[in-house]
């Protein structure tokens, strides 16, 4: 197969691999990244419940408007579209 | 090209005034500064209530309540009832009083049992010591109220402008309107400007005592079910009412900054925060709700808070309509009425001279 276009994303400069947690369980993502991003990368779609219905929500307008991928840090409630990811954070669902 | 009449503002007054208009038969253009629908009518808390309106005033508002449900669904009407809630002794004889007189101007209101309360709003605070109920609350969505109207104007062919600031008006035989796309000529005017009013006549060398109040609207997150009905308290700082996605819409007429003139006002958190306090009292589960946004709009009133509907003293052929308390309920309906005088029928229910005196209360 012929490549068209250059692979951008080998030019893709990655900041320093660190590790956080969803729930508990270790994810991979990069220090500085989105941290609605990394999730996604990793598979992880389902980030909350709805409060209505209770059906299963995520990220879906990646601009801190639509409140559907909002996670619990530290005891508060924030958007996952609109945090960076550290080294150990810890993330869990909001509810 | 000369309109029998052009309107300036298109908001609820100018729009349903346009839409009268046409219907009897005038050419008529509506031009505002912005788009349609963007000012107070487009950003305002989309209560319906007749618990929360001046007694005077109650018939227009009955008429308006018919107007909002006629238009259904295309403006997100919802008729739920709503309650309006006294935490203490005094607030309950403010509630008596208040109330009692606006179920004798025709208003469905009633005071309700403890128990009925409960049954209805399960969600709500055990410290309410009295509360009266109305069939007819409700809301619905101001943000939809520009996409109503231009839809309306087009069925109508009514031509509208928008970005289209009025900056002169010059008068000999018919009047000339001073606009960014250009002069436009009518044999008549209305000038609908909200909150814009003062400075909008003072073109014309009239001084109309016009005050902008900043209105302040909050919206949280999605909730889970918490209320069915429009909540508010006796003394009118808050209405609150839950959205079918879930959000709720939190206002009650708390000020924030800014002029008309500067532009879009600015949310001051020393009046949200009294305000969420308020919302948060009524229905504690709100404790854990996060706000999405609180915004501002101006809402246009003069000393003696009725309506300014008539003709615009000292000028004729300009008619002014605005300065409604509760506008957006009522906006449909006496907009109407302004269509009817402007066409020279004999409005269903009065108009308010514009150059009455406002000290002397001559309403
Ligand atoms: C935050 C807020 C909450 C409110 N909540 C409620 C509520 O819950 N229930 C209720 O019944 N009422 C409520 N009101 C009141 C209601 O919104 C208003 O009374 C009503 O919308 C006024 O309509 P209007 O057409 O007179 O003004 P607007 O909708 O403000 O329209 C005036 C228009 O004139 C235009 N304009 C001004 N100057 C010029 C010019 N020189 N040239 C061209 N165009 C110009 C503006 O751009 C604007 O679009 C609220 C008001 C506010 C601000
Ligand atoms: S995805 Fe919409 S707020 Fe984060």
């Known amino acids: ?95 | 090209m000369i309109y029998d009449t052009a309107i300036i503002g298109g908001g609820i007054m100018g729009c349903g005034s346009a839409l009268r208009l046409a219907q009897g038969g005038q050419r008529v253009i509506v031009l505002d500064q912005g788009d349609l629908g963007q000012g107070a009518s487009g950003v305002n808390a989309g209560t319906l209530s007749l618990q929360i309106k001046r007694v005077k005033l109650m018939p227009y508002a009955l008429k308006g309540h018919a107007c909002w449900e006629a238009m259904g669904k295309a403006v997100g009407f919802a008729k739920t009832g709503g309650y309006t809630l006294a935490f203490n002794a005094r607030e309950a004889a403010l509630l008596q009083e208040r109330q009692t007189l606006k179920a004798q101007a025709g208003a469905p209101i009633e005071f309700v049992s403890n128990n009925q309360l409960r049954n209805g709003e399960p969600n709500l605070t055990q410290q309410v010591v009295s509360a009266s109920y109305c069939a007819e609350d409700g809301y619905a969505n101001a943000s939809l109220t520009g996409q109503y109207y231009l839809g309306k104007l087009r069925d109508a062919g009514i031509e509208y402008r928008e970005r289209c600031e009025v900056t002169a008006i010059e008068r000999d035989k018919n009047f000339k309107l001073t606009t960014p796309q250009g002069t436009i000529n009518a044999t008549r005017i209305l000038l609908a400007a909200g909150a814009w009013l003062k400075p909008l006549a003072a073109l014309m060398d009239v001084h109309l005592p016009v005050q902008a109040r900043v209105n302040t609207v909050t919206v949280t997150e999605r909730m889970p079910p918490l209320m069915s009905t429009v909540i508010g308290h006796a003394t009118g700082l808050l209405t609150m009412k839950q959205k079918a996605n879930g959000t709720l819409l939190i206002g009650g007429g708390w000020q924030g900054l800014g002029t008309p003139q500067e532009g879009r006002g600015r949310v001051s958190v020393d009046t949200v925060r009294p305000n969420l306090a308020l919302a948060q009292y009524a229905v504690p589960a709100l404790g854990t709700a996060r706000i999405l946004r609180s915004w501002t709009g101006f809402e246009a009133n003069v000393p003696d808070f009725y309506p300014l509907a008539g003709v615009l003293p000292g000028v004729e052929g300009a008619y002014v309509l605005g300065c409604v308390r509760g506008g957006y309920t009522i906006g449909p309906y006496i907009s109407q009425l302004m269509g009817d005088y402007i066409l020279g029928r004999e409005p269903e229910l009065p108009l308010f001279d514009p150059g009455r005196d406002f000290k002397e209360g001559t309403i």
């Open chain 1, 1 to 95: 197969m012929i490549r068209l276009v250059p692979n951008h994303a080998l030019k893709i400069v990655r900041s320093a691999p660190v590790v956080f947690t969803f729930d508990g369980q270790s994810v991979e993502g990069h220090a500085g990244e989105n941290l609605a991003g990394a999730l996604l990368r990793a598979g992880r779609l389902h980030l909350r419940n709805a409060p209505a219905n209770g059906g299963p929500r995520g990220a879906f307008c990646c601009m801190g408007l639509c409140q559907e991928c909002t996670v619990r840090i530290d005891g508060q409630v924030v958007e996952a579209c609109r945090t960076e990811v550290t080294q150990g954070l810890a993330v869990e669902r909001a509810g």
